[in-house]
């Protein structure tokens, strides 16, 4: 009976994180998905980089002009470029969000609560294929282009001798895969601001000292205890020290945290110098009196 129970209620709470919405909302999403993919085709072909000139790829000046909606629009290279990325990371957001649309609702696991993600996924799409195109355009990822060569009488853009079907292709594939292109991102600012390891110095100019709080504010000879030391700034890495010695140290809190004594530390009457070092050298020092039982 303690086993069905179990599983009832496990039920119940699975039950209760996914709420199913309702047929209406789904047969909407879905249609609004297909109309939003039309749009986004009609808009990549309408607006697809077409060099004015007829002869090979990057001897035209300007990009011919196109129609959408029955008006004529003549954009710059660099913006109608930015454009073609921008549409085609939305189509490969969207080639991921209706794969899994349609996985959740063909196994009736779409819940309510993941039809922001899904709503979401296009703009974010849009805006990863623009980064990474800032990227490549920037010679992060490709060497830049020239802007042509000095026997020319007109200077070309740089744009113009771009491919667009692969600047489309690596808009789109971010956007179909963003996960992996947040990774590819976070690994290139890795590579552009990566820090070499500080040089450690005998006075850096972070560096303070505080005197440190202890608590119990005595020892007894003979008697092993526990340290709670106050501070500031107490991480993982900090050290604690007993007599120059090092001690085990327990963060607490950023301001809390307990030393480990030994034996050894206790066994003569005298005063002991406890010193917490935290990893920006900010160091706290206090002495401790160890008394007679």
């Known amino acids: 009976m303690a086993d069905r129970s179990a599983d009832a209620a496990a ?13 209406h909302a789904v047969n909407v999403m879905g249609a609004l998905y ?4 039309v749009l986004f085709f009609y808009l990549l072909i309408a607006t697809w980089p077409i060099l004015e000139s007829g002869g090979p790829q990057g001897s035209g000046h300007a ?29 490969g957001s969207l080639t991921h969000t209706m794969t ?14 993941w039809l922001w993600f899904m709503i979401l996924r296009v703009p974010i799409g849009m805006t990863l294929a623009v980064l990474f195109y800032f990227i490549v355009r920037g010679g992060l990822l490709l060497p830049t282009l020239s802007n042509g060569s000095a026997a020319q ?21 971010a956007g179909m895969f963003s996960k992996q292109a947040t990774d590819k991102l976070g690994a290139v600012f890795d590579a552009v601001f990566a820090m070499r390891k500080p040089i450690d110095r005998d006075n850096p100019l972070n560096a303070r000292e505080v005197e440190l709080k202890v608590a119990p504010a005595k020892l007894t000879q003979g ?28 963060r607490l809190s950023a301001t809390e945290g307990k030393i480990t004594l030994l034996e050894e530390d206790v066994h003569n ?10 990893p920006n050298k900010d160091v706290f020092r206090t002495t401790i009196k160890v008394v007679a039982a």
């Open 11 to 23: 039920g119940d709470v699975k039950a209760e994180l996914i709420t199913p919405p309702s047929n």
């Open 34 to 37: 297909l109309i939003i993919t």
């Open 63 to 91: 990009f011919k002009d196109f129609h959408i909606f029955f008006s004529r629009h003549s954009w710059e290279p660099d913006k109608q470029m930015l454009f073609t990325v921008m549409v085609a990371g939305a189509l």
């Open 100 to 113: 899994s649309f349609g996985d959740y609702v063909g196994n009736r696991q779409l819940s309510t609560n």
């Open 153 to 173: 009488s007109v200077p070309a853009n740089s744009t113009l001798q771009l491919n667009p079907y692969g600047m489309a292709a690596f808009a789109a594939l």
């Open 223 to 250: 008697k092993l205890e526990e340290l709670t030391v106050t501070g500031s700034g107490f991480l993982t890495e900090t050290k604690a020290t007993v007599n120059g010695k090092d001690r085990a140290f327990k």
């Open 269 to 278: 009457t005298g005063e002991l110098t406890i010193a917490v070092a935290n």
